[in-house]
T-cell receptor
């Protein structure tokens, strides 16, 4: 089974721009979670989508948004980029069919904001 | 609010020198405790899920254990290829706010010297 894939792997943007990141979950998985990883804050939860609905959201500003499509693929968008948004953005998928919700992570998208 | 604390922050071992990593947690009802391994520039790789106190799981040189307040990752006779950052995460079992959300510790950076 193919793992979680994320595109692009690397991005360089300037302040004020917006960016869209994509995530394809493991086949059959319907839940996709997004995380931001920085050296100072570690891994922090952004939001989770299941069957095209956002079920949970972390403590990030409204500039961070996401969506999920009917094939479970997900995108996250960051508008009006700030220098502090430079980070590794990770998505993870799980089957969410039972209480055993192990999340499997993709390789991440490294975003650098200049 | 969920809290996860890992210790030590960094650990240097000689090849073959066994040791343990600690993960202390505070959560309102534990749905699961997860261990991941992360290599530089990559996404976290799933190792173990533990659900209830007293549970143990093993994989090659690694063994994870769980109590009501902490988890240990025991590494027996480590090899240089075990060098990585080991992350502990918890999922709260309290309904909507727990969907897809893992709360991570800051990680333990393990270096195994030949």
């Amino acid at each position: 089974k193919a793992g979680v894939t994320q595109t692009p792997r690397y991005l360089i943007k300037t302040r004020g721009q917006q960016v869209t990141l994509s995530c394809s979950p493991i086949s059959g998985h319907r839940s996709v979670s997004w995380y931001q990883q920085t050296p100072g804050q570690g891994l922090q939860f952004l939001f989770e989508y299941f069957s095209e609905t956002q079920r949970n959201k972390g403590n990030f500003p409204g500039r961070f948004s996401g969506r999920q499509f009917s094939n479970s693929r997900s995108e996250m968008n960051v508008s009006t980029l700030e220098l502090g948004d430079s980070a590794l953005y990770l998505c993870a998928s799980s089957s969410s069919l039972t209480s055993q919700e192990t999340q499997y992570f993709g390789p991440g998208t490294r975003l650098l904001v200049l | 609010e969920d809290q996860v604390t890992q210790s030590p922050e960094a650990l240097r071992l000689q090849e073959g020198e066994s040791s343990s990593l600690n993960c202390s947690y505070t959560v309102s009802g534990l749905r699961g405790l997860f261990w991941y391994r992360q290599d530089p520039g990559k996404g976290p790789e799933f190792l173990f899920t533990l659900y209830s106190a007293g549970e143990e799981k093993e994989k090659e040189r690694l063994k994870a254990t769980l109590t009501k307040k902490e988890s240990f990752l025991h590494i027996t006779a480590p090899k240089p290829e075990d060098s990585a950052t080991y992350l502990c995460a918890v999922q709260e079992g309290a309904g909507g706010t727990s969907y897809g959300k893992l709360t991570f510790g800051q990680g333990t950076i393990l270096t195994v010297h030949p």
